[in-house]
């Protein structure tokens, strides 16, 4: 299989997890430069880890949220989100669940596009 099929696919392939590279974010360390903000990643598996989540976004960045620990049902969960929002509305910014497994919250300035790119 070439590269470019690789990338592009080829109708009928299916993909193998040796198909993907993993990167180390250490080999991409920023130098010199000033950050305004930054994307963060967060599990929440329990009430406690919301303050951090909370602190991020009041600072300007972008929390992705491991929620997979709880269901969507699950009466935390509703806390927790409930939380989350009031958070997003109080700095202009914007929160959605992406599937089960992740909430993404922004600070003011970045919002979250509800249609998914390509396919």
């Known amino acids: 299989m070439g590269l470019m099929s690789k990338i592009l696919g080829e109708s009928g392939s299916s993909r193998n997890t040796e198909d993907y590279v993993e990167l180390d974010a250490n080999e991409f360390e920023m130098t010199g430069t000033e950050l305004e903000r930054q ?3 967060a599990r929440i598996s329990d009430k406690q880890d919301v303050i951090d ?3 991020a976004v009041y600072d300007g960045d972008v929390v992705v949220a491991d929620i997979t620990r709880h269901s969507t049902q699950d009466r935390t969960m509703e806390h ?3 939380e989350l929002k009031q958070v997003a509305n109080e700095v202009g910014g914007d929160i959605v669940q992406k599937d089960d497994d992740q909430l993404i919250i ?3 300035g970045v919002g979250i596009a509800r249609e998914r790119l390509g396919r």
């Open 53 to 55: 989540i909370k602190d």
């Open 106 to 108: 922004t600070p003011a």
């Open 39 to 41: 994307v963060r990643i």
């Open 80 to 82: 927790i989100s409930d």
